[in-house]
C-alpha cells in the first residue's frame, strides 16, 4: 500500500497508463543491487530513488576525490575524502525518505558478489571495470535476474539489458576493453546512460515497453546519434553457452 | 567492391576526420587492409603486432556482430561496416 505522502509523491507518475497505482506499488517492493556508486551509479541511483524503488543496496568501497565531482552528482565538494555510499545514501535519503538505502562501502569481490546480489529483484551494472563486470554479469546468470548493463567513455555510452538465457550476456558481447586505469568523461554522458538504465530497470520491473534486449545501443554525444547493434547469444559462451565454466 | 567504414570518433583523427571510409574488400579482414592502406596510422588501433584484431575492437556488418568470424565474414558492395571500441568506464 502506498502511504499518502508516496501517492502524492508519485502522483505524476502514476498518472501513466503503464504505471498507475499498482505499478507504483511494485516499484515500491522492488529491491535492485546497484554495483558502483561513480558517474553511472549517481544517475542511475538517483533517478530510481525518485521513481520509488523500495529498496537499493548500492556497493562501493572508494572515496570521493575531487577529480570525481564532473559527473558523479551524489558527491559534493564538502564530500571530498569521505566514502563514496556515505556520501551517497545521505543524498539518496534527503531525495526520497520512503526509499531503504543499503549502502554498502566494500569491494565487491568474487567471495562477496553474491551476498551483495541475495534477495535482490536485479542488479545495475554501474561498474568502471571489465573484471567486475563479469563477475556480476555470472552471479545474474546464477541467481537468474536481470543485468542492466552500462558503460562510458568520454563523449560515447553504451547500454544493454542482459535477460540471462535469454538474450546474449555480457561475455557473448565482451571480449576486452580498451586498456587503461583513467579514462576521459564528460557528466553528461553518464547522466544520458544512467538514465537509460535507470528506464530499463522501471519497464522491467513493470514489464512494460520493448526491454533493450538483444541490441547494443551506443550513444555518440558529439555526433548526437544513438545507434543500434544487434546483439546474439554465443552458444561457445564461457559463462552462458554449452560449456559454462 | 564498395563498403562503407563507419570510423570510431576517438580514430578520427587517423583518417583525415573522415567519419566513414570507402573501401574496397570482400571480407571484413580485406576491407581493414584497404583501409589500413589508405591510413597505416590506424593500423596499431585496430590489430596487435601478429596481425590478430584487438581484442576490444568489435566490427559490426550493417549493425550485426562480426563475430566469431570477425575477418572472415564476407561483405558485400553497400554494406556498411562500423568500427567500434568496447569501453569499460563507469
Same mark, same amino acid.
Given at each position: 500500500m502506498?502511504?499518502r505522502?508516496?501517492? /502524492?509523491?508519485y502522483s505524476r507518475?502514476?498518472?501513466?497508463?503503464?504505471i498507475?497505482?499498482e505499478?507504483? /506499488?511494485?516499484?515500491?517492493?522492488t529491491?535492485?543491487?546497484i554495483?558502483g556508486?561513480?558517474?553511472?551509479g549517481?544517475s542511475?541511483? $538517483?533517478?530510481?530513488?525518485?521513481?520509488?524503488?523500495?529498496n537499493i543496496?548500492?556497493?562501493?568501497?572508494?572515496?570521493? /576525490?575531487?577529480s570525481?565531482l564532473?559527473?558523479?552528482?551524489?558527491?559534493?565538494d564538502?564530500?571530498?575524502?569521505?566514502?563514496?555510499?556515505?556520501?551517497?545514501?545521505g543524498k539518496?535519503?534527503?531525495?526520497?525518505?520512503?526509499?531503504?538505502?543499503?549502502?554498502i562501502? /566494500?569491494?565487491?569481490?568474487e567471495?562477496?558478489?553474491?551476498?551483495?546480489?541475495?534477495n535482490?529483484?536485479?542488479i545495475v551494472?554501474?561498474?568502471d571495470n571489465l573484471? $567486475?563486470?563479469?563477475?556480476l554479469?555470472?552471479?545474474?546468470?546464477?541467481?537468474?535476474?536481470?543485468?542492466f548493463?552500462?558503460?562510458?567513455y568520454?563523449?560515447e555510452?553504451?547500454?544493454m539489458?542482459i535477460?540471462?538465457?535469454?538474450?546474449a550476456?555480457?561475455?557473448?558481447v565482451?571480449?576486452?576493453?580498451m586498456p587503461?586505469?583513467?579514462?576521459?568523461?564528460i557528466?553528461?554522458?553518464?547522466a544520458?546512460?544512467?538514465?537509460?538504465?535507470?528506464?530499463e530497470?522501471?519497464k522491467y520491473?513493470?514489464? *512494460?515497453?520493448e526491454?533493450?534486449t538483444?541490441r547494443l545501443l *551506443?550513444y555518440?554525444?558529439?555526433d548526437?546519434?544513438?545507434?543500434e547493434?544487434?546483439?546474439?547469444?554465443?552458444p561457445?559462451?564461457?559463462?552462458?553457452?554449452?560449456k559454462?565454466? | 567492391?564498395?563498403?562503407g567504414?563507419?570510423?570510431?570518433q576517438?580514430?578520427?583523427?587517423? #583518417?583525415?576526420?573522415?567519419a566513414?571510409v570507402? &573501401?574496397d574488400g570482400? #571480407? &571484413?579482414?580485406?576491407?581493414?587492409?584497404?583501409l589500413?592502406q589508405?591510413?597505416p596510422?590506424?593500423?596499431?588501433k585496430?590489430?596487435?603486432e601478429?596481425g590478430?584484431?584487438l581484442?576490444y575492437?568489435?566490427i559490426?556488418?550493417?549493425?550485426?556482430s562480426?563475430?566469431?568470424k570477425?575477418?572472415?565474414?564476407? &561483405?558485400?558492395?553497400g554494406d556498411?561496416?562500423s568500427v #567500434?571500441l568496447?569501453i569499460?568506464g563507469?
Open positions: 502506498l502511504t505522502d508516496e501517492t /502524492e509523491r507518475q502514476t498518472m501513466i497508463v503503464e498507475g497505482k505499478g507504483q /506499488e511494485k516499484l515500491k517492493k529491491r535492485v543491487f554495483a556508486a561513480g558517474g553511472l549517481s542511475v541511483a $538517483i533517478y530510481l530513488t525518485a521513481a520509488g524503488i523500495g543496496r548500492i556497493v562501493d568501497h572508494d572515496t570521493v /576525490e575531487l570525481n564532473n559527473r558523479q552528482v551524489l558527491h559534493w564538502r564530500d571530498i575524502g569521505n566514502k563514496k555510499i556515505v556520501s551517497a545514501k539518496l535519503k534527503r531525495l526520497n525518505h520512503n526509499v531503504k538505502i543499503d549502502a562501502g /566494500e569491494r565487491i569481490t567471495n562477496n558478489i553474491s551476498q551483495f546480489a541475495a535482490c529483484d536485479l551494472d554501474a561498474m573484471p $567486475i563486470r563479469y563477475l554479469n555470472k552471479v545474474a546468470l546464477e541467481k537468474n535476474i536481470p543485468l548493463h552500462g558503460a562510458v568520454g563523449f555510452g553504451r547500454v539489458t535477460i540471462p538465457y535469454k538474450t550476456c555480457l561475455r557473448c565482451y571480449r576486452g576493453v587503461g586505469d583513467k579514462f576521459p568523461v557528466g553528461t554522458t553518464p544520458v546512460i544512467g538514465s537509460i538504465q535507470a528506464t530497470v522501471i520491473v513493470l514489464g *512494460i515497453g526491454l533493450l538483444g *551506443i555518440n554525444g558529439l548526437m546519434q544513438f545507434t547493434f544487434k546483439t546474439k547469444k554465443d561457445q559462451c564461457e559463462h552462458c553457452g554449452e559454462r565454466l | 567492391m564498395s563498403v567504414i563507419n570510423i570510431h576517438s580514430l578520427r583523427h587517423l #583518417t583525415n576526420g573522415k566513414i570507402e &573501401v570482400n #571480407t &571484413v579482414g580485406s576491407c581493414l587492409n584497404n589500413v589508405q591510413f596510422g590506424i593500423k596499431p585496430l590489430f596487435d601478429k590478430k584484431l581484442n575492437v568489435d559490426y556488418v550493417n549493425l550485426e562480426s563475430y566469431p570477425e575477418l572472415a565474414m564476407p &561483405v558485400k558492395d556498411k561496416l #567500434t568496447i569499460a563507469g
